[in-house]
């Protein structure tokens, strides 16, 4: 038979007070976590952050404070989880991945994509916004949808998601990557570039500030979803988060936001509804 090893009372006593130890922190951890959500309520506050330099998702207004559609679906979002005070904490998209897992705010509403590499590191709520990525050519192009960009001379953003997506898609087309998104639309108006892809939004304000013959051209080629980002291991925040942006969808909230913030001619929820079938 084999003795058991010998434990002294004192060692008895130290691996008791160890292991409560381990057990309380242990739990401490998993209570804060599935505690957010009434941590923001008891506090009155809900911490979100966005550029306040992206419009029409975010930026600052006549009176410097923040407004835009993600401002906005923030500020209704907030309304719903019965939390009376909303703080925007401005900061850049390099940033918020970081921000969430320091703690530095509670959420992250702003054009911000769930991308695998992002969910590794954090989690998202559903979506509540979308961008359509388009083909933006010369006025006098007689290029006007994806087949005719065959064997054509296509801009892309260095590292974008319309990068990745015209390597993959448009195989037989001469795909230019650049690192400077204004430098894409002047080789676009003289004529280095037959077309550029890039979001909608992007694409409308280099052609406006810059005063560039520019369309754009054919159905939307791919979707972009944005969603709100929290802090991973956070179950009764996110479960709260997603039922208020259902009904938001579900009230016509998001319309009317949209309608207000990016414009009547953008449907927003039936892009939103378009991304998800993809």
Do not use: C
């Not at 509540?128 to 006007?144: H, K, L, T």
């Not at 990745?164 to 087309?173: E, G, N, Q, V, Y």
């Amino acid at each position: 038979m084999l003795k058991q090893p010998f434990l002294s009372t004192r060692a008895m006593r130290a691996a008791v007070v160890a292991l409560g130890a381990f057990a309380f922190s242990f739990g401490a951890a998993h209570a804060d976590a599935a505690d957010s959500l009434s941590q923001i309520r008891s506090s009155g506050t809900i911490r979100i952050a966005n550029t306040q330099s992206s419009p029409p998702w975010s930026m600052l207004g006549a009176d410097n404070r923040p407004e835009g559609y993600d401002v906005a679906v923030a500020q209704e979002l907030a309304k719903r989880l019965q939390v009376p005070k909303v703080v925007f904490v401005a900061d850049s998209f390099k940033n918020f991945v970081e921000g969430l897992k320091t703690g530095k705010y509670d959420l992250v509403m702003n054009d911000l994509t769930p991308t695998p590499e992002r969910e590794k590191q954090v989690d998202f709520g559903a979506p509540y916004g979308v961008e359509q990525f388009r083909i933006f050519v010369r006025n006098d192009s007689r290029i006007a949808s994806r087949a005719d960009l065959k064997g054509k001379r296509v801009g892309v953003s260095t590292g974008s998601s319309n990068e990745s997506w015209a390597k993959a898609h448009l195989t037989d087309s001469s795909i230019r990557s650049y690192d400077n998104g204004a430098l894409i639309f002047n080789d676009l108006g003289v004529g280095r570039l037959d077309a550029v892809i890039i979001s909608h939004f992007g694409g409308m304000k280099y052609a406006n500030v810059n005063h560039l013959p520019v369309k754009e051209v054919g159905e939307p080629l791919t979707y972009q979803l944005s969603a709100p980002a929290m802090a991973k291991g956070q179950p009764e925040l996110r479960r709260a988060v997603n039922d208020a942006i259902a009904s938001m969808l579900a009230d016509g909230t998001i319309a009317r936001l949209s309608q207000r913030w990016v414009g009547n001619d953008y449907d927003m929820v039936g892009s939103i509804a378009a991304a998800q079938k993809e």
